[in-house]
């Protein structure tokens, strides 16, 4: 049974029930009224602004009405509910893991040990069956990374998979890339040789979040494909030197790319980046963009390389890594802002086609979320 206390003369709400004790704000629960009045009931957008509250905001009364929180505020005629479900899920009182380097909700670290539990899809199975779709976006939220299968052997195919969630994020490499051998290449992504794990474009702001590669064909010897997940990378270099986590994530690297003419890209931003409560946010790892370092103070800067050596041996290691070979309508999917991506070299025998595109992490969030709904 739950039960409901007012203290601070009405400002804060007490709830004991059985997740434990909370605690709100009332000034945090008008503000935050599910109401037609504090909420447009089409769009779910507030439709009020703090100016519209009072300053002093206090509870004269609450009570509980079945599952509901009922609350009655002092010096205006307003009752809010609350169902307590929803209280519980948006307690701000509750225990957080404040730990630098914590995974965010819903993500889970892995190394080549995930092997045959490889995320998969199927895309004429994704684009018609909404329980497929919704198990694929939740591995891809969960690892970072997934395969799908059974796109057309054409030009631009990549498309329908990004259509399962979003949109294409056009670039200065186009709406579309190319990944094959060329002759006076603009990036060394288009020659055969081998690739470090990286995430793409670190250079750019903001950068793209979501990478789909597709495969038409390859018949060359060598060229796998591999991802490693940076934040289990992270984690490691954290459990080994946590000071030299801390230096990658407290000071700023940079990133340039000027492969082309009329381009000229540059970002800075931290190679390992926390939000302020210590969740794990990005991963910028990019040894062919990254720039000169100069945001490091010079006493810092030897145990700086340190810790971005030790990061760069750690993504290196076999051991963090899945390989896995694309055949002609396979392609694979990864959250650039997690996932690093890399491919062994390739020789001239035989052909490798691939062909890429960027999109937003948001849309795959979104749908997920959505289509989460409305399974109830």
């Known amino acids: 049974m739950a039960e409901v206390t007012l203290e601070e003369e009405g400002r804060v709400l007490h709830l004991r029930g059985p ?50 929180v009922v609350l009655d505020f002092a010096g205006e005629e307003k009752r809010l509910r609350f169902p307590l479900d929803w209280l519980e899920r948006h307690a701000y009182d509750a225990p957080h893991d404040r730990t630098p380097g914590a995974l965010p909700e819903g993500t889970e670290a892995w190394d080549a040990g995930l092997g045959g539990a490889l995320p998969e899809g199927h895309l004429p199975t994704l684009q018609k069956d ?19 299968s059974g796109l057309a052997v054409a030009e631009g195919s990549l498309f329908e998979v990004v259509d399962l969630f979003g949109y294409v994020r056009e670039t200065n490499y186009g709406r579309l890339f190319e990944v094959r051998t060329e002759v006076n290449p603009v990036n060394l992504a288009y020659t055969g040789l081998a690739l470090q794990a990286h995430t793409d474009n670190p250079y750019r702001d903001p950068q793209p979040t979501v990478q789909v590669l597709a495969c038409l064909e390859n018949s060359a010897e060598g060229g796998e494909s591999l991802v490693v997940d940076g934040f289990a990378a992270a984690r490691r270099l954290r459990d080994e030197d946590p000071e030299g986590f801390h230096l990658l994530t407290a000071h700023c690297a940079r990133f340039s790319y000027r492969g082309s003419a009329g381009v000229a890209l540059e970002a800075r931003r931290p190679m390992v980046e926390l939000a302020p409560d210590g969740t794990l946010q990005a991963i910028r790892f990019n040894s062919r963009s990254i720039a ?30 899945l390989s896995f070979k694309l055949a002609p309508g396979e392609a694979f999917v990864v959250d650039n802002t997690r996932v690093l991506h890399a491919r062994q070299g390739y020789s001239g025998a035989g052909h490798r086609w691939l062909q890429g595109c960027y999109a937003d992490r948001d849309g795959i969030l979104s749908t997920l979320a959505a289509l989460e709904a409305q399974d109830g």
């Open 19 to 68: 997740a434990g004790e909370r605690r709100f704000h009332a000034f945090w629960l008008r503000d935050n009224g599910l109401d037609a009045e504090t909420r447009d009931p089409g769009n779910g957008q507030r439709v009020i602004t703090l100016a519209d509250l009072p300053e002093d905001c206090r509870l004269k009364a609450a009570t509980l009405e079945g599952a509901e």
């Open 292 to 321: 000169p370092l100069v945001d490091v103070p010079f006493e810092k800067m030897p145990a700086y390389y340190r810790a971005y050596r030790r990061l760069s041996e750690i993504i290196d290691d076999p051991a963090m890594a």
């Open 130 to 148: 909404r329980a497929a779709l919704r198990d694929w976006l939740g591995a891809l939220r969960r690892y970072g990374f997934a395969r799908v």
